[in-house]
């Protein structure tokens, strides 16, 4: 069992930054990929950045590749994402994830944390 809870979502004005948060329970966080989704009022959860399990590897939605970056310190047992140059159009809920057998872009992921909130102001 994994338990993930999500942090550092907020009020931000576009253009700006934000650096989420995802701590996990249990020591076997460094056996799961793990990934960053969203979802915004009225649409579908949609994959956002994956990363796999030692760090090494990393995936992005075309919508974010260049402004966000995902990483991981598995000392922690925390994912982050970066966010840089937000646009209105990233509002949504933000979901990290755990995924034992590696990043994919759907959501068919293991354990998901309970979201937190990302709004930007135009």
């Known amino acids: 069992q994994v338990q993930l809870v999500e942090s550092g979502g907020g009020l931000v004005q576009a253009g700006g930054s934000l650096r989420l948060s995802c701590a996990a329970s249990?020591?076997?966080?460094?056996?799961?990929?793990m990934g960053w989704f969203r979802q915004a009022p009225g649409k579908e959860r949609e994959f956002v950045a994956g990363?796999?399990?030692?760090?090494?590897?990393?995936d992005y939605s075309d919508s974010v590749k260049g402004r966000f970056t995902i990483s991981r310190d598995n000392a922690k047992n925390t994912v982050y994402l970066q966010m840089n140059i937000l646009k209105p159009e990233d509002t949504a809920v933000y979901y990290c994830?755990?995924?034992?057998?590696?990043?994919?872009?759907?959501?068919?992921?293991?354990?998901w944390g309970q979201g937190t909130q990302v709004t930007v102001s135009s």
């Open positions: 994830a755990a995924r034992l057998l590696g990043v994919v872009v759907t959501t068919a992921y293991d354990y």
């Open positions: 990363i796999t399990r030692s760090g090494g590897s990393t």
């Open positions: 249990g020591r076997t966080f460094s056996t799961y990929a």
